[in-house]
């Protein structure tokens, strides 16, 4: 397969540059905690970290945003975050990255989620979750249906970011289904199995193997079981196309061609792998703002693929910028 020239990429981001593209999905508060391991506690067989530091990044679909805005598009981001000081940290955040905040909806009944990982030696060592699943309060819901109906009519395409905490449920998908169409504007969905009905006829998904697994009930180990689970998924969800990230396999791409759909399979463009944490955030942020800067599919599912590779050496969620994606081409 022909790679990906550093002149198209050039091109694609420049396009990209000033994309408006709308996020809707789960907003997360990432925080890490890093320090130093030198014995293991007297209380229980575990060690002990001494912190030394510590840093908070957006996660979820405030990370999807994060990745727009890094290789110069312009998000417009609807989700939930609680009224609590987790919630006024994701806002200032954003406003740090100039993404408009005002299509954040705060919800008194729940907090913001947050993600604390702890970082020993530079190892993950342990995750722990802090959240309250579920759908918004009746007036929380109504808003965020107002967002989307609002931040739609400015974007050139939409990503779903369903991370099953509660924010992506039928009404909300059904208001972009039916302005995405009548817009006629791409939208992207990064997937959870258990929702896969609210899905139909989105233009494309972004899942892993494990969740085309669990999407098809079926396995999906070889390329050829790739090709023909993915081919069933498109035909049932009645979507344009699939992208399935494929960890040190790379991707595989079901693209529109007329008539047939081909499977494409894009070898990684990773060197190095030191944290996968926010990976398919960034694949999806890149693969929708090339599609809404008019590149074919193929092109789109590179450059996705290359921002990849760029966010995987970094510790914890990170992005990609179109200097580090143009210098991986070089």
Not at 52 to 71: F, P
Not at 168 to 196: T, Y
Request: with cysteine.
């Amino acid at each position: 397969m022909k790679r990906l020239s550093k002149d198209t990429a050039k091109a694609i981001l420049a396009a990209i540059s000033g994309q408006k593209v709308m996020v809707f999905g789960d907003l997360m508060l990432d925080e890490y905690l890093f320090g130093e391991v030198n014995r293991i506690s007297p209380e229980a067989p575990v060690p002990i970290v001494r912190v030394t530091g510590e840093r908070w990044v957006l996660g979820g679909a405030a990370n999807v945003a994060s990745n727009l805005r890094a290789i110069g598009a312009e998000p417009l981001l609807v989700g939930l975050i609680g009224k609590d000081e987790a919630g006024e940290r994701v806002g200032k955040i954003l406003s740090g990255l100039c993404v408009d905040d005002s299509g954040l909806v705060r919800d008194p009944s729940k907090p913001t989620i947050i993600k604390t990982r702890v970082i020993g030696q530079h190892q993950q060592m342990l995750r722990i979750d802090r959240e309250e699943s579920g759908p918004p309060c009746g007036s929380a819901a109504e808003i965020v249906h107002s967002r989307i109906g609002e931040m739609i009519q400015n974007a050139s395409a939409v990503i779903v970011s369903d991370y099953a905490k509660g924010t992506v449920e039928q009404q909300a998908v059904n208001i972009i289904r039916e302005l995405a169409i009548s817009r006629q504007i791409p939208w992207i969905v990064d997937p959870k199995p258990a929702h896969k009905n609210l899905y139909v006829n989105a233009t494309a998904m972004t899942p892993n193997t494990k969740e085309l697994s669990e999407l098809v009930s079926q396995s999906v180990r070889t390329d050829d079981e790739i090709a023909t689970a993915s081919s069933k998924l498109v035909k049932e969800l009645q979507m344009a196309g699939l992208l399935v990230t494929r960890s040190e396999k790379g991707m595989a791409l079901l693209v529109p061609d007329g008539e047939r759909q081909a499977i494409c399979n894009i070898p990684t463009e990773a060197k190095e792998v030191f944290d996968v944490s926010g990976a398919g955030d960034t694949v999806i942020a890149t693969f929708t703002a090339a599609l809404a800067a008019k590149a074919d599919w193929m092109e789109a599912a590179m450059l996705a693929n290359i921002a990849a590779g760029v966010v995987v050496a970094k510790m914890g969620t990170a992005t990609a910028t179109p200097q580090e994606i143009l210098d991986r081409l070089s």
